[in-house]
């Protein structure tokens, strides 16, 4: 077990884990964030998508302790009152069937956007093939990117 | 108005009524836990009012109602609701849904399975809102001193016209709960439904997108472990010996021990399917020491059955549709003679292999067990058989377990099979502590309750005059066969025979969404694709030639589909999708099926593009009576088109010496957003009969139409799924 200092959601936490754990298990045991979702462990399936100073990473299996005092944004610090843009685009599609995947195409989709704000369906396409939503609500992903961008 | 005597969960009512009997009660204990986030505008009532087991209202006209079925993304939270609303007639801005726990004093069917949660709920669910409406205008009328009978309510107000007098719900809500349960109902007509028929948003949405807890997996409580299992590595194999001295002593590990969740001599359930009651479990204090613990277990395994493979299922497979069973599923006419006597015979066979569920959420539960009760709270398709199951195994009796049920991460049929929520239970009542069970992804998809492998023969007759003379379908299957026997195009066929196999096997299988479907329709489908075409005619045509026949004529009594409605939605298709036209570098492809109740026609059109063939767009036409969503609606049947495309293109579960090859993502593909449809255009057949099955249909059609499109757009039929593994031009 080892202390480390964290800042998540632009607040300083200090959790005592073994050194390498996962962020993922950082952030739904310790620290009581649980919109990150695990799905596969591996990086394969997008569910456990965070920021990492802005960047879309997935944190199941990037240890507590490469992280360090970098900034770490969850779904729960996406936006303050849930209306990103990104958030407010999912809502006006109704994109979720069992929403388990959600959080992390959102926080992944989020990514894209800062990056190519008006991105093409191959760009979407490509960025978001790493995310897994198995109740098949990919049209809607889309349109609702396209509506955040647009918006 | 239709007069409906309040027959439907009676018990719920009495109970309500004499729980409501001193005017006030305040809200189930389970509400606090599911407090409205600040974005939902509602101001919470002080006092809340019971009117029945299904609704209460607060005094200031804010409505709670309990959605009672579980929720596995097929969207019943905002249905089922939607439905008592409509009845009870109130503004569905002011309505809060929670999931009900299992209850079986007050509901019924508690369950999410069949795509029957609507169907079979409708009357209970509208009763449920009448009853209430009836006894808030009963508690006015009394008030007011005016007969009921001149009372109207619109948007949560009732109104007397004569006098000008208004009250809203809340006004006269604690009036209401004290007024007798009435004898009979009107339930409204179809024409004067507000809520029903319109597009309302998920529930849970905003929740979803901020990353609420809301999920079995999210669950956290004070003192609560984290428990894993490892079961046997392959099927046919069990425990023999277990070295923990090096988990054991990692940080974090409480215990290590073995279980065996299905003892001997319980009475089980017909959701106990388990090929791994014995388990290894470790207990640790958080899921990721638990994790590693687990890679820690140096575990010795023996075998005790056969270890099975995807070669040898193959051959066995093979070897049983070559021969015919001792009697037949459905015979009419001769279909021997009609072959023999045949101009044009086609035969063809087709298959599909395992497939697991996959849900995103993998299995889990939470439970904590004490010698007075149990507490459950997790993802569970069928509560009320894991209730009693768990009674069983921990000998509680029923009325000391309590089942909440969370929002599933998926279902797809997984969830139907309770055996993570008995092993918590288990483990609980073992380490006198709360757990939380949770399975890696490795662990779940090698868990078995797959979808069976399958294989079918078709043959069919043509006559001269290409006339479809005789039909024969011959299907075997893992722990059954996929045969509907009594399904089209049985009744529009002089000449039918159907025959069933069953395969032995000690991978244990389940419901799959849509199940025997997700691969009969793909498989019949495409081979009438290709009888049509030999029969030189347009393969609607064609199918609608069939349909006529069964209207004008039907062979046999046990036909188990209406010709019409099945006719109706392939009309409809074929106009929305402008059947028939030119379509320049695209394949199209039709396909038309019935199950759950609904009937589904779908256009499929695929682009090659120059690259590997995709599809572009899927045109769906369905008839499920009164669609009470039409956004959920049209959700689900975008999803089980994604769902079907995606499974029959890329998706296999095998096996090597009983051991799953499959263990995770990197392995097992499913479909990604850049493989999924372009574009989903949905329409629903305008109807006034009450609805049945949507989270299924849309599924088992669509395979049929991606296989003839597919054809279309490459010159190659395709037989055995996944179409795409080894094929260069789908890859």
């Known amino acids: ?151 | 108005m239709t007069l409906v005597k309040t027959t439907y969960n009676r018990r719920s009512f009495l109970k309500s009524t004499a729980l409501a009997g001193g005017g006030m009660v305040l809200g189930f204990s389970w509400l606090a836990s599911c407090k409205p986030s600040a974005e939902e505008v509602l101001a919470m009532p002080k006092e809340w009012f019971d009117i029945n087991g299904f609704l209460k209202i607060g005094e200031n006209g804010v409505v709670t109602i309990m959605s009672p079925n579980p929720e596995i993304g097929q969207n019943v939270k905002t249905a089922m609701p939607m439905i008592v609303a409509e009845e009870l007639d109130v503004d569905w801005k002011k309505v809060i849904v929670e999931q009900a726990p299992l209850n079986t004093d007050i509901f019924t069917r508690q369950l999410a399975g069949g795509s029957q949660s609507i169907r079979q709920g409708w009357q209970g669910l509208r009763m449920a809102g009448a009853t209430a409406r009836r006894m808030l205008m009963e508690a006015a009328a009394k008030q007011w001193g005016v007969p009921v009978e001149e009372l109207t309510t619109e948007a949560g107000v009732i109104s007397h016209k004569n006098s000008g007098k208004t009250a809203g719900y809340g006004e006269v809500a604690s009036a209401a709960a004290g007024i007798p349960v009435p004898e009979e109902v009107e339930l409204k007509d179809v024409k004067d439904f507000r809520i029903i028929g319109t597009p309302r948003k998920n529930v849970d949405g905003k929740k979803l997108y901020t990353g609420q807890p809301l999920f079995g997996l999210d669950i956290q409580r004070e003192g609560m472990l984290i428990a894993m299992i490892e079961h046997p590595p392959a099927f046919g194999m069990k425990v023999k010996s277990v070295d923990d001295s090096a988990a054991r002593a990692m940080s974090g590990v409480k215990d290590v021990f073995t279980i065996n969740s299905l003892p001997e001599g319980i009475e089980k359930q017909w959701s106990d399917t388990n090929a791994f009651p014995e388990l290894v479990v470790v207990v640790a204090e958080s899921t990721w020491q638990a994790m590693k613990a687990k890679k820690a277990l140096r575990i010795e395994w023996e075998r005790t059955g056969d270890a099975e493979s995807t070669a040898g299922h193959a051959a066995k497979l093979d070897e049983l549709i070559a021969k015919a069973p001792a009697e037949p599923a459905r015979k009419d006419g001769d279909p021997e003679a009609a072959f023999k006597n045949a101009a044009k015979v086609i035969e063809r066979t087709y298959s599909a292999p395992f497939l697991a569920h996959n849900t995103m959420e993998p299995m889990n539960f939470f439970a904590h067990v004490t010698d007075e009760k149990a507490e459950l709270v997790g993802p569970i398709q069928t509560p009320e058989f894991l209730e009693k199951t768990i009674s069983a195994v921990t000998g509680l009796p029923l009325e000391k377990i309590h089942i909440d049920m969370t929002r599933m991460g998926g279902g797809f049929g997984r969830r139907l099979y309770g055996h993570f929520g008995v092993e918590a239970a288990v483990i609980s009542q073992k380490v006198k502590a709360p757990v939380k069970l949770v399975y890696t992804r490795d662990d779940d998809m090698t868990q078995g309750t797959y979808r069976p492998g399958y294989k079918v023969l078709y043959r069919a007759a043509l006559d001269e005059n290409n006339n479809l003379i005789a039909f024969h379908v011959r299907g075997a299957g893992t722990h059954g066969s996929p045969i509907f026997a009594n399904r089209f195009p049985a009744g529009a066929v002089d000449n039918y025979l159907a025959e069933e196999h069953s395969l032995d096997s000690n991978i244990s299988t389940g419901a799959w969404r849509a199940p025997r479907s997700n691969f009969i329709a793909g498989a019949e489908q495409a081979f009438l694709d290709e009888v049509a075409e030999a029969a030189g005619k347009d393969p609607i045509d064609f199918r609608l030639e069939l349909f006529d026949r069964a209207i004008k004529n039907p062979v046999g009594k046990d036909n188990d589909y209406d010709a019409e409605r099945y006719a109706g939605v392939l009309k409809l298709v074929k106009e929305k999708a402008g059947w028939g036209k030119d379509m320049p570098g695209v394949g199209r492809g039709v396909s038309a099926y019935f199950c759950h109740n609904s009937y589904v026609a779908q256009v499929v059109d695929v682009a090659t593009d120059g690259g590997s063939p995709r599809v572009k767009k899927v045109w769906c036409a369905v008839d499920c009576g009164i669609v009470v969503n039409p956004e959920g609606a049209i959700n689900q049947i975008e999803g089980g088109i994604v769902d079907g495309i995606g499974h029959a293109m890329y998706s296999a579960m095998t096996f090597k010496e009983g051991k799953p090859e499959q263990s995770n993502f990197d392995k097992y593909r499913l479909i990604r957003i850049n493989e999924a449809p372009a574009e989903i255009e949905t329409h629903f057949v305008e109807s006034d009969i009450d609805p049945t099955g949507l989270g299924e249909p849309s599924l088992p059609p669509v395979i049929g139409a991606l296989a003839n499109a597919l054809y279309k757009a490459t010159g190659k039929r395709v037989y055995d799924q996944p179409f795409a593994m080894g094929s260069a031009v789908l890859g």
């Open chain 1, 1 to 151: 077990m080892a202390t480390f200092n964290l800042n998540i959601n632009g607040k300083k936490q200090q959790v005592d884990v073994d050194a390498d754990t996962p962020l993922l298990w950082v952030l739904r045991d310790h620290v009581n964030l649980v919109g990150t979702k695990y799905g596969c462990g591996i990086n394969q399936c997008g569910a456990c998508t965070v920021h990492l100073n802005g960047v879309a990473m997935r944190s199941c299996m990037l240890p507590i302790s490469q992280v360090g005092e970098q900034a770490v944004t969850t779904i729960e610090g996406l936006s303050e009152n849930g209306d990103h843009p990104v958030q407010k685009a999912w809502i006006e599609h109704d994109v979720a069937q069992c929403g388990y995947c959600q959080a992390g195409q959102i926080m992944n989709a989020a990514a894209l956007l800062k990056n190519s704000p008006n991105p093409s369906d191959e760009e979407i396409e490509g960025a978001m093939a790493g995310n897994i939503c198995r109740c098949g609500t990919y049209v809607r992903i889309k349109a609702a990117i396209k509506t955040a961008a647009a918006g």
